[in-house]
């Protein structure tokens, strides 16, 4: 079992340590996502220690389709495999299948759906997602749920909900059955509950109430950032990150910009993961704490400076917004890596900054500084 310690407190934000059987977290933090076991752009599971990660996400229905969970167990599971003796988390699968699959129909027992990658029929409900997360053999994997669009009919959302929650019940029953097995290869899997119900307060006030009574190893705010407005996340942040218990993890998927990880923390969120540094980075835009620039503008092709005066990482150590624009032109894949690289060490050391304010009592007044800091770029106070 973790233990989460909660060392410390500023308002509703928290700074908090999570002790698990491949190493201890310190919150909040960014995960780091490897959708299929690996960063894109070219970064390895060294690149990762170097810029500081914490913890990396890989995705059950990704690995399932394509290479193959049975596989992976067989070569000693995820950590052996990708090189990394660091925490993984593992999405259950759940977005993906309601978000790519297309055709698919949904029943009590789970979800039949096509392959993106073949078009071959796939069953998955909450064991079999369980057992492709064991093969895996993740540090935390998360409860198969249906994520349903934020704007969707209000009796589809109650009923969609209370589904995910008998779902939870399956997930947590046939995880305990996994971790009895000789054959599993992580005895210590975690398992996060994920709370569930567009932007309708009460459902999700309703919900957070219900699954944090099942005294989970951590709990997830899913299906937001799929299509409302940054307002309408924030306030259902406001009214369920409460109901959720204090003294577990709490984890905001799919997360995002770095003013919504700020403000997210303001909300007392501990975890956080996104596609946007890396997908951003491979096509030029790289983050700086004076905003977002695209390296591709015409502007930068004559600029020798590092992409942030004062970056630690790997590519503003020696090169210049000049060479990577021509990298990134050019097509070079060095390129993708020198601005994926900068970008995830961007978040990473955000959070840094993050727990050191929350550990100094100052985090407040970091929020302020910072989030009008980030739009300098905008204002046109920066070149």
């Known amino acids: 079992m973790a233990k989460y310690n909660l060392l410390k407190t500023e308002g509703r934000a928290k700074r ?11 919150t909040p933090v960014f995960m780091n996502v490897g959708t299929v076991a690996a960063i894109k752009g070219a970064v390895s599971t060294e690149d990762l220690k170097s810029i500081g990660t914490q913890v990396q996400l890989s995705n059950t229905y990704h690995l399932h389709v394509r290479t193959g969970d049975e596989l992976i167990h067989d070569l000693g599971g995820l950590h052996k495999f990708m ?39 796939i069953f998955m409900g909450p064991e079999q997602s369980m057992q492709i997360q064991s093969n895996l053999g993740s540090t935390i994997a998360m409860a198969f749920d249906e994520c349903p669009n934020s704007k969707a009919d209000r009796k589809y959302v109650e ?10 019940l399956r997930c947590r029953e046939e995880m305990n059955r996994l971790n009895t097995l000789e054959t599993t290869v992580n005895k210590n899997q975690l398992l996060f509950g994920i709370n569930q119900g567009a932007v309708y307060d009460d459902i999700r006030i309703d919900h957070a109430k219900r699954i944090a009574e099942l005294d989970m190893d951590g709990y997830a705010v899913g299906g937001l ?11 259902i942040l406001d009214v ?36 946007y540094p890396s997908r951003n980075g491979r096509h030029g835009h790289v983050y700086t704490k004076y905003g977002k620039i ?12 590092p992409i942030e005066e004062g970056c630690k990482c790997p590519a503003c150590q020696k090169y210049s917004r000049a060479y990577i624009r021509h990298l990134l032109k050019a097509k070079e894949m060095l390129g993708l890596r020198f601005a994926v690289l900068h970008n995830l060490y ?3 050391h955000l959070m840094e900054e993050i727990r050191d304010s929350l550990d100094e009592g100052r985090f407040a007044k970091f929020k302020s500084e910072r989030l009008l800091s980030m739009g300098a770029y905008e204002r046109g106070e920066m070149d």
């Open 16 to 26: 908090g340590s999570f002790e698990t059987v491949h190493g201890t977290i310190q």
């Open 225 to 235: 950032a799929v299509g409302e407005t940054h307002e309408e996340m924030y306030h």
């Open 83 to 121: 090189v990394w003796d660091r925490p993984i988390l593992t999405d259950s699968g759940g977005f993906q299948v309601f978000s790519l699959a297309g055709l698919r129909k949904i029943k009590e027992e789970g979800v039949t759906f096509n392959s993106h990658i073949d078009g071959r029929k």
């Open 346 to 348: 961007f978040y990473n």
């Open 159 to 168: 009923d969609s909900v209370a589904r995910t929650t008998r779902w939870l």
């Open 294 to 305: 695209n390296l591709l503008n015409k502007k930068y092709e004559r600029d020798m400076r």
């Open 240 to 275: 369920t990150v409460p109901h959720l218990p204090q003294n577990k993890p709490t984890y905001l998927m799919g997360v995002g910009t770095p003013a919504n990880i700020i403000e997210g923390v303001d909300r007392g969120v501990d975890f956080f993961d996104c596609v």
